[in-house]
């Protein structure tokens, strides 16, 4: 018959090596983990609810006059996406350190106690003499030295170098789309402005209109359908006007982000929405792309990674050498067993080892290592051929909003002359009120199309910069003319 036993060399023992355990590692369950996340965002709650009370001293709080190069500069030092990245510069140089390790000498302390139940013995005279004690301890310092990797070390630091510089160019790239993004938003708000304006300009002269209107009724000149017409007009742009401020508020408020700055800053934007001529050459705009775009140098670099990759799989194929040497403190006495003191010892090797069989470990590495490469090489040439899309499509962007900006800016002049005549027209008694209407609307909608083509220069020749990799460095931080 068999016995349960709970004693602590049965199903009790298993049961409590079992709670150890379990105490060591801990209980995940989802009500926890969601609990836990659960108090993390009621943290963040709290954190910003007391930055929105005032207490938030981390962030910039800007005032007064801000220009383009200024809100570059500083979302060049705030912007948090930007500080997170440059944090990957810490990991490359870490990486490269480790690199280097591999041909540095190792040393190593090992250190051990033994207890015997029982010491050998060995008759001497009839005599019996113990071989060593029940108690042993010894200590040792173990020195090694890598000689020969099969190139695995000296592909590894190369390979760590070519990471950092790529880390490099990642860090450029989003420094380049904060550089747009921020130069992008400032332009956003100088539309926003600018169209605040034409609805206010709108606004005035649908008033004075208005006023016009009223007066004639009164006279008996007009209707009081005349006058009920232009009361709408007045809402209307009104309307407008509330509709342009809003998304000039909003406006402001993705620069701000973007800059990295409080919401609570109060800045008067100084450069304006001006138009100058700008015609690139295709040429020479891809040639500074193929030199420049982060995207090309960081597709380069990527393929030179991948080729110490192969150099390092290659490795598994070639023996390694390496040179150790050991100094030992153990008692009893490592050279005498007999002798129950300290002693100590120490040696020396070279060992080679030449792996004959793998399992075809490295075989399966070394195809791993040669897809990377080739795949590598496919996304270069992948990466030229978007540069140099981007690159095209940025020119003749620039090329259709000149000939929009041209166009609007006679139209311009004509829909102000169109206004000037009607207005003539109906203080003579010859034009309608809706004429006087559609003349006031063709010009608001005339003035509208004129800043939308100026933006759209602007927008164009942003991107063009970004598709040639000018704005991914302090040199390339510029005005909106540049």
């Not at 005032?63 to 944090?87: F, P």
């Not at 408020?253 to 800045?267: A, F, H, I, N, P």
Request: proline share 3%; charged share 25%.
């Amino acid at each position: 018959m068999r016995h349960m036993t709970t004693g602590p060399g049965g199903g009790g023992m298993r049961v409590l090596c079992a709670a150890a355990v379990l105490a060591s590692v801990g209980c995940v369950t989802r009500t926890g983990v969601y609990d836990d996340i659960y108090r993390n965002r009621n943290a963040a709650y709290q954190a910003w609810k007391s930055a929105k009370e005032g207490q938030e001293g981390a962030q910039l709080v800007l005032t007064g006059k801000l220009s383009i190069q200024k809100a570059v500069k500083t979302a060049w030092k705030n912007n948090k996406l930007l500080g997170a990245i440059r944090e990957q510069r810490e990991n490359a140089k870490g990486r490269i350190i480790e690199a280097y390790s591999a041909v540095l000498p190792k040393l190593d302390f090992r250190g051990g106690y033994t207890r015997l139940d029982k010491v050998p013995t060995f008759k001497a005279g009839g005599v019996s003499v113990p071989m060593g004690n029940r108690n042993n301890y010894s200590g040792s310092l173990v020195l090694t030295q890598p000689f020969f990797q099969g190139g695995a070390i000296a592909a590894g630091i190369r390979g760590a170098n070519i990471f950092a510089f790529l880390t490099d160019e990642e860090v450029a790239t989003v420094q380049q789309d904060v550089v747009y993004q921020t130069r992008l938003t400032y332009y956003d708000s100088l539309l926003a402005r600018e169209l605040v304006k034409v609805s206010e300009g709108d606004l005035k002269l649908a008033k004075a209109h208005l006023g016009d209107v009223q007066k004639k009724k009164a006279a008996g000149v007009v209707s009081a359908y005349d006058v009920l017409r232009a009361r709408v007009e007045v809402s209307n742009v009104e309307a407008q006007l509330i509709e342009r401020q809003n998304a000039s508020h909003l406006a402001m408020t993705m620069l701000l982000k973007t800059m990295g700055v409080s919401q609570e800053s109060r800045v008067e934007l100084i450069d304006k929405l001006e138009y100058k001529p700008a015609l690139p050459a295709l040429e020479q705009a891809v040639k500074k792309a193929f030199h420049e775009r982060p995207e090309i140098l960081k597709a380069e670099l990527a393929v030179k990674l991948n080729r110490e990759l192969v150099v390092d799989a290659r490795s598994g194929f070639l023996p390694r050498v390496e040179g150790t040497y050991t100094r030992t403190r153990a008692k009893p006495d490592p050279h005498d067993q007999t002798r129950q003191d300290w002693g100590n010892e120490w040696s020396a090797a070279m060992t080679m080892i030449w792996p004959i069989f793998d399992g075809l470990a490295s075989v399966g590495r070394m195809r791993q290592a040669r897809a990377d490469l080739q795949r590598s090489v496919i996304e270069l040439a992948e990466a030229e051929e978007q540069v140099l899309l981007d690159v095209k499509q940025a020119l003749f962007s620039i090329e259709d909003a000149e000939k929009f900006v041209k166009s609007q800016s006679e139209n311009r002049k004509r829909a102000e002359e169109g206004l000037r005549l009607a207005k003539a027209g109906y203080d003579a008694g010859v034009n309608t009120e809706i004429e006087m209407l559609d003349a006031r609307q063709a010009l608001s909608e005339t003035h509208a199309l004129y800043y939308q083509a100026v933006y759209s220069h602007q927008k164009a020749k942003l991107a063009l910069e970004r598709a040639t990799g000018a704005l991914k460095s302090p040199k390339g931080i510029g005005g909106p003319n540049k």
